[in-house]
């Protein structure tokens, strides 16, 4: 049994994955001419920067610049990342040129909490309560659910679906005291432990308990099963899913500062192509796209198929 | 429905699609260090060189001697490829070392038979009765049907799955003919073009035709879909894989010089670990055994795995 969607919705966050782990420095006009390209492949949602710690992630310190500088296509959802509630201060700034949104962000890992936040799972609770209150004060809607490190964690190990599950619930435990309704449960794989077995069985735990809202994958390559994952999430019917250019990005955490990066967005809209699943997106556009991006770093990106070429060419010359 | 095999079946052939596409020249020594280590990490198939012409493929130049340096471990297959009557003598000259068996080899594709092989289907099917034959004479067994391009070509573009069918039917003639049984109808993915569904309609249609043989895959992870073709095929039972430690390899047809080579071996065992499948072999230890391929061959594999670390080690820091 299968139950393919017919459409798959792709979220790029090539832009803000890929230029936050860069060494670089990378020049704006260089992030602004990415993002522009990627407006012109059919995607339809966008993600341009992160508004974080500017000490912390220096490829991110021209955020306000590269958003000012590029030029929006009307159609398309170009969205940033922010943590606090100065990162919110400084999004709010852009509020006509980006779609802004709040998501609750959990992780069902206490040790990834601790490590990567320096909190408690209870603390994250906490702070997220008062973001969130934060965010509905000024308008910016809250209907999204993050789970990070959802199917396995470097410090913690294992993750089962219950302790998914319960994080979930403590995210809606916090929407319904703001009286937000969620529509998306974003679960991402941050650390490269997803296999399909865990896909269905952590999916299949979240969506028994909650049906309505879309469920919506994060992934990550860090170990070459994330195309086989996502196959595993549209058998269940996923059709959400967050993935960057040529592979950018990489991995930050604990002994994998060599690791291959998010899901490669060309690998997934092929997969779908050929699966019949439409995407909107034109995939030969979109390589050349991802061969600029490698042309924009500097060096060589994980995805197999910008090197390769794509199918749709062999059949235009075979035919 | 999924119909997942308890075992999984992984045929190595590392050694001899790696060092046939590197520019070398590398050192038979270093061959044979890794061919060694390779028979410690629980693998039973070892695909140890090529007696192929020399000067087509110079990296094979030293294959009788790689074959005669190696220690045996006893209860490993190792085997060699060739492709006529001079590459089964010097074959033949290995017996006692090496499992030979013979395989009736044709493509799916006619374009890629012209432009690989120089001959029509109707000339390759010539030449395999009387390849078959030969092989008989020296009591080497064939009961292999090996079909390159089953997925699709870049020179034909898509194969349907009948002519898939008809193409094994082909194999199955010369094989009734000679006396012979096939036991094994082995698919190619020579040029990286299956996806998940062209993967089970294929499986399916030549499965309902001949349900007996085994169905082995030999997949390449030309575009990045590999692993999740392995994937759908094990989902269907298929459970024998040919694969190469660190993803050695490399795609030497038309448009696909800088393209990634075979599934990597370390990927494919920890799909099947996390899959609850068993391979019997140390996913640590192919690891370490990916890393000193890297070293041989003087350039970064396509391997994500061997990058990242198994999620046993973290798995044991986190305990």
Request: glycine share 10%; hydrophobic share 45%; with cysteine.
């Amino acid at each position: 049994m299968s139950d393919y969607p017919k459409f798959v919705e792709i979220h790029e966050e090539g832009p803000r994955e890929g230029f936050q782990i860069e060494p670089g420095p990378i020049p704006t006009a260089e992030k602004v001419r990415l993002i522009e390209a990627l407006a012109e492949t059919g995607l339809h949602h966008i993600q341009v920067c992160s508004f974080v710690n500017t000490r912390l992630v220096p490829g991110w310190a021209d955020a306000e610049a590269t958003v000012a500088d590029f030029k929006a296509k009307p159609g398309i959802h170009y969205t940033g990342l922010w943590f606090n509630a100065n990162g919110l201060e400084r999004a709010l700034a852009f509020r006509d040129k980006l779609t802004l949104a709040g998501a609750i962000s959990l992780t069902a890992s206490e040790g990834f909490t601790r490590k990567n936040l320096n909190r408690s799972h209870a603390e994250n609770l906490a702070a997220m309560r008062k973001q969130t209150a934060l965010h509905l004060s000024h308008h910016v809607p809250v209907n999204r659910i993050g789970v990070m490190a959802a199917f396995g964690c470097n410090y913690q190990g294992d993750i089962s679906a219950a302790q998914v599950v319960s994080t979930v619930a403590d995210g809606m435990a916090i929407a319904a005291e703001n009286g937000t309704r969620i529509e998306v449960i974003s679960l991402a794989d941050t650390m490269g432990w997803a296999a399909p077995h865990r896909i269905e069985n952590v999916i299949g735990e979240v969506r028994a308990r909650w049906p309505e809202p879309t469920i919506a994958l994060h992934l990550h390559d860090t170990r070459g099963l994330a195309v086989a994952n996502a196959a595993a999430a549209m058998r269940m019917g996923v059709a959400q899913f967050d993935s960057t250019v040529g592979g950018l990005g990489g991995c930050p955490f604990a002994g994998q500062k060599g690791a291959a990066g998010n899901i490669c967005t060309e690998e997934l809209v092929l997969l779908c192509a050929e699966m019949g699943i439409d995407t909107g997106i034109d995939l030969d556009h979109l390589i050349e796209v991802g061969r600029m991006a490698e042309e924009i770093v500097g060096h060589v990106l994980p995805s197999e198929l910008i090197h390769a070429g794509s199918l749709d060419a062999f059949r235009r010359q075979a035919a």
